[in-house]
């Protein structure tokens, strides 16, 4: 016999809002919140590896390095900075207008090892006409013109611009112009390019001549030299022109003495053109 049960259900009262339709996240969605970091973390990935190469010493200022960038210079800079240094122009600054804040060591040294190699060969080949024009048989090639030059040259353009840039930091004066030692190295480097060709002339056995290139040849690349040191003195700058524009002229007038000076003639008596000239080593006692 089937008996009618009534079956209570009790609802619990509820907020109407609980039925309000909600927005879930799709997967992706979900994907992709998962994927961005969150605000407590770094936001760049790279941060962390950023902090090592920042942490990095830097290169020492003696290590290969730090002097390699000093030797990555364009062909085009280089021209012009020798260009300029050979047709300086009046009242111009040549450290202002070619090397300021951009100095290199690649165009001074191979300008310095060129002037050292021309001298040698030009200087040879001075003295072999001077051998040929006094009947001297005996004439041979000096292999000691390569090291004396490249002991002037190098001392002159390396040693030098390291002792004014010691006296300029004793000096230690802000009111005037900063000059580093690299960029003292440049300009003295650049203001020897002048002598590449000068001493090629100096092949020509005619007193006079040289004499003028060396007075040609001391007065321009003296102006560009001094005109941009000058100013990193203070007051008064007499005595620096003096000695810098004095060794730079004594630079110019040893080397050609040196290497290819025109012997004096001396009143010993000619030979006679009659009489021919025989070689020592043919003559048989």
């Known amino acids: 016999m089937n008996q009618d049960k009534d079956i209570l259900v009790d609802f619990e009262e509820t907020n109407s809002s609980d039925f309000s339709f909600q927005s879930f996240p799709t997967e992706q969605q ?15 990935p790279n ?10 010493a830097k290169p020492s200022n003696w290590s290969i390095e730090y002097f390699q960038k ?5 062909t085009d800079t280089v021209i012009s900075r020798i260009k300029g240094s050979i047709y300086p122009k009046y009242g111009d600054n040549y450290f202002q207008t070619y090397i300021k804040s951009k100095p290199d060591l690649y165009g001074p040294f191979w300008i310095c090892a060129t002037l ?5 060969i030009s200087g040879n080949v001075a003295n072999y006409l001077q051998a040929a024009a006094s009947h001297k048989y005996n004439w041979k090639y000096d292999f000691h013109a390569i090291s004396s030059s490249a002991t002037a040259i190098f001392f002159y353009a390396w040693f030098v611009p390291i002792i004014v840039w010691g006296y300029l ?9 900063n000059l580093s030692m690299l960029e003292l190295l440049c300009v003295y480097g650049y203001s020897l390019s002048i002598y590449i060709p000068i001493s090629i002339l100096w092949v ?20 560009i030299l001094l005109t941009s040191i000058l100013p990193a003195f203070r007051e ?4 620096p022109l003096i000695v810098l524009g004095g060794l730079h002229t004594l630079l110019a007038l040893g080397l ?9 003639m001396t009143g010993s008596t000619p030979i006679p053109t009659g009489i021919p000239i025989v070689p020592a080593s043919n003559i048989t006692q």
């Open 30 to 44: 979900s994907h992709e919140k998962q994927l961005k970091p969150s605000d407590n973390q770094d936001q760049s």
């Open 116 to 120: 050292i190699i021309t001298i040698a």
């Open 70 to 74: 000093f030797f990555d210079v364009d």
């Open 47 to 56: 941060q962390g590896l950023n902090d090592v190469v920042d942490g990095l």
């Open 256 to 264: 050609m003495l040196k290497f290819f000076h025109v012997p004096a």
């Open 236 to 239: 008064p700058r007499t005595l």
């Open 169 to 177: 930091k004793y000096q230690n004066d802000s009111e005037v112009l």
């Open 204 to 223: 020509v056995q005619i007193g006079f001549l040289q004499s003028t290139l060396v007075v040609l040849g001391a007065l321009l690349s003296g102006y």
